[in-house]
T-cell receptor, first 114, second 111 residues
Framework: AQTVTQSQPEMSVQEAETVTLSCTYD???????LFWYKQPPSRQMILVIR??????QNATENRFSVNFQKAAKSFSLKISDSQLGDAAMYFC???????????FGAGTILRVKS | NAGVTQTPKFQVLKTGQSMTLQCAQD?????MYWYRQDPGMGLRLIYY???????DKGEVPNGYNVSRLNKREFSLRLESAAPSQTSVYFC??????????FGPGTRLTVT
């Protein structure tokens, strides 16, 4: 069974600085998708970024980018120029190529200091 | 567009009571999902429905039943609530497998 591990229960970053959240996963599949979701205090789950495993190029969305290392099964999220609104719980998630089931990590709480 | 809506937002039940959580989406999505979120854990899939008329078990289906009433609605029923079912419940929908849209969640407490 696929598993997703987020080893950092909590992280802090100063406003305007850069922070990296870690995620590793375990799978025997070669094709799959990886995601980062943001959950602010409102509880709403918001998709931040998606990476297709067959793509070598790392995905980017404005201030958010990933470092996808397929051989190492690592998928970290870098947030540049951190803003107060980035404070939230961040979840890493995995989806099989032909599956319907998202598998989530336990989450990392990100605190942004002003 | 309201997206994915869930009712109620909060609920307190006594052990043994039953209730149904409602979910509706107005995006014409084929697939719908129910997850639960517990402290210190990510979301876990309870049941999903790939299309109208079909449902499948997820990772933690015990103690729950679901109904895909039509393309828009997907309900989750607790027949006899237990304290272990205290959780936040999320409904989601998707057209493609890799883009799920989530509702605002229902916080359920079973005493």
């Amino acid at each position: 069974a696929q598993t997703v591990t987020q080893s950092q229960p909590e992280m802090s970053v100063q406003e305007a600085e850069t922070v990296t959240l870690s995620c590793t996963y375990d799978t025997s599949e070669s094709d799959y998708y990886l995601f980062w979701y943001k959950q602010p205090p409102s509880r709403q789950m918001i998709l931040v970024i998606r990476q297709e495993a067959y793509k070598q190029q790392n995905a980017t969305e404005n201030r958010f980018s990933v470092n996808f290392q397929k051989a190492a099964k690592s998928f970290s999220l870098k947030i540049s120029d951190s803003q107060l609104g980035d404070a939230a719980m961040y979840f890493c998630a995995y989806l099989m190529e032909y599956g319907n089931k998202l598998v989530f990590g336990a989450g990392t709480i990100l605190r942004v200091k002003s | 567009n309201a997206g994915v809506t869930q009712t109620p937002k909060f609920q307190v039940l006594k052990t043994g009571q039953s209730m149904t959580l409602q979910c509706a989406q107005d995006m014409n999505h084929n697939s719908m999902y129910w997850y639960r979120q517990d402290p210190g854990m990510g979301l876990r899939l309870i049941y999903y429905s790939a299309s109208e008329g079909t449902t499948d078990k997820g990772e933690v289906p015990n103690g729950y039943n679901v109904s895909r009433l039509n393309k828009r609605e997907f309900s989750l029923r607790l027949e006899s609530a237990a304290p272990s079912q205290t959780s936040v419940y999320f409904c989601a929908s998707s057209m493609t497998r890799y883009e799920q849209y989530f509702g605002p969640g229902t916080r359920l407490t079973v005493t």
